[in-house]
């Protein structure tokens, strides 16, 4: 469902919360159908985000550790996110 959105476990270093806020958001927008985030729908968005952001932190400290790392950098660690983010630095 979520192509997107790209695995967390077995990253070196580990995932970090920023990362794992942007997956969860990531997905609470493609299930919810939200291109972007209104003022009306903020409170539902953030309140699941926080609920799947939690469960995503559990879920990657109760797996066992991963052979293979994924196939994907997530977004935040791929240079040219990276230099878009710091261009608005």
Do not use: F, W
């Amino acid at each position: 469902m979520c192509r997107n959105i790209t695995g967390l476990r077995g990253l070196e270093p580990a995932a970090t919360s920023e990362e794992i806020h942007a997956a969860a958001l990531q997905y609470v927008r493609k299930v919810g159908g939200l291109s972007s985030i209104s003022a009306s729908t903020r409170p539902a968005v953030d309140a699941a985000v926080a609920d799947i952001a939690a469960a995503t932190t559990r879920l990657l400290a109760q797996l066992p550790d991963r052979k293979v790392p994924p196939k994907n950098l997530p977004p935040l660690r791929r240079p040219e996110v990276q230099a878009r983010l710091h261009a608005h630095d």
